[in-house]
């Protein structure tokens, strides 16, 4: 099914119309940005499918990437753009992510690299997919890796990286040692006035300069498997001297309550979340804001300090999803019905993993256990044929991301009228 530009317009047009009219559509009531997202939206279709920075480095990838999703139903792209503080966008703040530019094969942060690499693309990503699917009638969402700084063991090769230039900006432990580099991400210290402000500010461009129809906030929690717990993170003294002024706790680092300390660092993310709607989006009400989250609430809250039953029932956040990736549909069923009881479930839409299983079944199964009008695919190169140089490109999983590509059409072709 595809959704032309001429429906697309007259969808909208009728959610305007009924405003005007006085339809009756509910408004949650003491929740800020509810305020402006009507019912109607958050009933409408999202047959989603996010899209990694991997996954194109001409005008022509995105198009052909933009033709695919198109030709399967897929309503709205989470569209990559931004991954370890670089861009895949023309930014004023960041510098191009070398993705873009690589040779397929080479590993970024573990090849030798050229120094000399032009990184200019000489295109405009965003602005290439924007206006693809808007032709098409397909919504883009502006996809933004909030806390990486960068990944791997050799440094960034633009000087104008964070990484060089606000080196204190990069998680420290108690001892003052910045997280090292690795196969995982560094990240940046969530709790400084600073980070934040430069975050909203980096969001605040994207949508005053781009068409765009969503934000979505991915990486927006605390690393706690990456860190390990036996250091103190963040544990350097300007972040303890914050701590301190905020809650009144002038413990040392060895002293320090680590239960009330992340309750904290908690808070601080929250704070970022809620700053980005009213700043960053501030003068834009058609943009949706959405954030990608961890499988469960529990979990979210207590593990990755991810407080987003807050973010939704505070109405800091439009929509939520639940990244609940696995082909055990139990599971899927449990991790989605937690999220069901604490937050209204047409602020949930489900996140499919669809790289984890065998054939377009087991996704229409999760589709199914969900909301099937309205879920999100991880990713593109588990359905459609990439330049992703991580895709498996033997004939086998040619034929299978075939075959769920046939079924998941064909699924939304049927619920999709």
Known sequence: MQLSQSMYLFVRMVVVVSVIAGSGCAIERNSPRATRIEDSTLRADVFGL?????????????????????????????????????????????????????????????????????????????????????????????????????????????????????????????????????????????VLDEVQDYIVRVVRDIVSRYDIDGVHLDYIRFLTDELGKEKLYPGDAKSLSLYARMVGDRATAGQINRTKYRAWIRGRITNLVERIGTESLSGHPDVRYSTAVWRRPDLAKDQYLQDA??????????????????????????????????????????GIGTYKHNSG?????????????????????????????????????????????????????????
């Not at 990069?170 to 940046?188: C, F, H, I, M």
């Not at 939520?320 to 082909?327: A, K, N, V, W």
């Not at 087991?362 to 969900?370: A, E, F, I, K, R």
């Open 361 to 417: 079944g087991q996704t229409l199964s999760q589709v199914n256990l969900g909301h099937p009008r309205r879920f999100v695919l991880f990713a593109y190169s588990s359905i459609f044929e990439s330049s992703n140089p991580g895709q498996d490109d033997h004939q086998e999983m040619v034929r299978e991301r075939t075959l769920k590509r046939e079924t998941l059409t064909r699924f939304i072709d049927r619920v999709g009228h």
């Open 50 to 190: 996010w899209v990694t920075r991997w996954d194109y480095q001409s005008a022509d990838e995105i198009r052909t990437v933009v033709a695919d999703a198109s030709a399967m139903g897929v309503t709205d792209l989470y569209w990559q753009v931004r991954g370890q503080g670089d861009a895949y966008y023309r930014s004023s703040f960041e510098p191009w992510g070398e993705e873009l530019t690589s040779p397929r094969g080479e590993e970024i942060g573990v090849a030798i690299k050229n120094q000399n690499r032009v990184l200019d693309p000489g295109f405009d990503p965003l602005l290439v997919v924007i206006e693809e699917a808007h032709l098409q009638g397909v919504r883009v969402h502006a996809w933004l890796n909030v806390m990486p700084m960068w990944r791997g063991k050799t440094l960034p090769i633009d000087q104008s990286h964070a990484l060089y230039t606000h080196p204190e900006w990069r998680l420290s432990d108690e001892t003052g040692q910045a997280q090292p580099l690795g196969s995982g991400y560094v990240v940046v210290n969530p």
């Open 309 to 350: 039953v807050r973010w939704v029932n505070e109405g800091m956040v439009d929509e939520i999803m639940p990244m609940i990736y696995t082909d055990k549909d139990t599971q899927f069923e449990d991790d989605l019905e937690a999220w069901y009881k604490v937050v209204d479930r047409k602020r949930v839409i489900a």
